[in-house]
Nanobody
Framework: QVQLVESGGGLVQPGGSLRLSCAVSGFTLDYYGIGWFRQAPGKEREGISCISVSDGTIKYADSVKGRFTISGDNAKNTVYLQMNSLKPDDTAVYYC??????????????????WGQGTQVTVSS
């Protein structure tokens, strides 16, 4: 049974940092990429980063490039998203998801078919 569980969200001041975790089960990170998405109130779900551990491919949306870092730990079946220099515009529910096609990293939402429940990130003073 495929499961993804996010954790690490919370309230942080502008300029602060958070690290999100996505613990996966039912499949291996060796073969399937993981994407991070976020959805702010009234906005569409946006792909912000992805990783394909098998070939080392990593991608970032322009909105987070240089501030966020994605990484994976095969031994722990966990993917992380380190978020630095957070801004109020980063406030959203953050989701991780499993890509449909093996060994692929893409920011396109329709390419994912299993999703976590989401974790809230609020950036505010």
């Amino acid at each position: 049974q495929v499961q993804l569980v996010e954790s690490g969200g919370g309230l942080v001041q502008p300029g602060g940092s958070l690290r999100l975790s996505c613990a996966v089960s039912g499949f291996t990170l060796d073969y399937y990429g993981i994407g991070w998405f976020r959805q702010a109130p009234g906005k569409e779900r946006e792909g912000i980063s992805c990783i394909s551990v098998s070939d080392g491919t990593i991608k970032y949306a322009d909105s987070v490039k240089g501030r966020f870092t994605i990484s994976g730990d095969n031994a722990k079946n966990t993917v992380y998203l380190q978020m630095n220099s957070l801004k109020p515009d980063d406030t959203a529910v953050y989701y991780c998801a499993k890509v449909k096609v093996a060994n692929w990293c893409t920011l396109g939402r329709t390419n994912y078919h299993y999703w976590g429940q989401g974790t809230q990130v609020t950036v505010s003073s």
